[in-house]
């Protein structure tokens, strides 16, 4: 029998936003409302794999394409085995699909997944869960027709049981995966927030040293910081630019700097085969040196994403976020002075923060004035530290109040959810109409049009959502 396996992103009836969870990018939930549609990268990873060993396989991103729910189960019902990447913020939604595809082989990937894979088998929601990076575990399921005995990575029910096979070690050598079956996705649709559409994403590593208690990055990509050789990241840089005319890139690493003499090879080897790329990547503020930043200006980057989080040591310090409010004053100063533009990401509602706290905050990233400042409620991501310091009985009631974007319903801090919607709201007029932003962003208008326009798309959607 040859099967026919469907890579589908998750939707839920009525849907107009992409949640874009993806098995490799996990932490970027709710892309839309923040920094831009996100092409599924880690379905055109899976994608490209299966399709080099003669597996038919198709992507569906229902959102972005345009799909409404319904059209995605008839899509569905003509394929053997489904493999969706579960969203915490739109669980009901795989849900009810799968709940509609009985019979079909049900498999469900990601670190949520992984994280309940028990509940999920046990309430019938799927047939198989992958736990960790799931290309090569995928591979040998399609192979076996679906059948999950003896397949390492996967759990599975039998006889009314959960079967968890033996874990999966991670991928050693990055090089040895294909490029993203970027043939298999209408490109056209996929923006970043500065450069609109297209922007392609790029994998150059996976795992982070870093052990923020908020993230969960490392439950399934360890803290092991596992490379691709700059050969074929040019490599792949030369298919994006040259076969499919994209020039705007987005490095979508947890931390694209971490290593200063990396960065700077990577950066010399994109002057050298003229490339002539524009691209962003998401920094961590104790990493970055004034050479670092040089080279990486001269390469073509023209904005770097800071987790900045909070202005108060004290919660930097419970986050182990590992920098202080001081670094990310000269980061954000050194970013600007190269000429690279600088974007802030805060957190609010972490454990211990008060009302005063988060308002510091908000002050905190006006005065640092990046192009746009990205505010959210702390969300304790399954399968991260902050996640499982919470009691059992909170974790699973979790499961369903996930399914939201911007949740205050997961609130974990001790202030009243009604009073934390109205400071995220109010962090977001407060930075949003200073006269500094105003300034900034008329400078930034000037000097790249685009880029004022994405915000100024971001702000509208972004606030829609929020302030409904
Ligand atoms: S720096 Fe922190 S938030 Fe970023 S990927 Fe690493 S652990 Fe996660």
Known sequence: MSIKVLLLNPIKPGQDFNVNVDPVIIRHTGAQTKAGIFSPLGLMYIASILRNNKIEVKIIDPVPEGRSFESVLDIGKEFDIIIVPLATSNISGTIKLFDNLKGKIRVLIGTYATVISDQLLRENKCDIVVNGEAEMTLLELCKAEGSPKD???????????VIKN??????????SLPFPARDLIDNNLYSDIFFGKPTALVLTSRGCPYECSFCSVKFVYGRRLRVRSVKNIIEELEEIVFKYCIKNIFFIDDIFPVNEDRVIQICDAIIKHNLKISWVCNCHINLITKRMLEHMEKAGCKEIRYGIESASADILKGMKKNITPQQAIKVIRMTKEVGIIPSGFFMIGFPGETVEMIRDTVNFAK??????AVFTITIPAPGSELYYSLPFSKRTELVDKFDTVNSDTTNICGIE???LTRELKRAYISFYLSWRFFCNFMSQAIQRPSAAVSVLRMLLQGGIKIFN
């Open 417 to 419: 959810p009604y009073i």
């Open 151 to 161: 397949i390492i990575g996967l759990s599975y029910i039998k006889d009314y049981k």
């Open 166 to 175: 033996s874990d999966r070690p991670l991928i050693e050598d990055l090089d």
């Open 367 to 372: 005065m640092l004035n990046p192009l746009y």
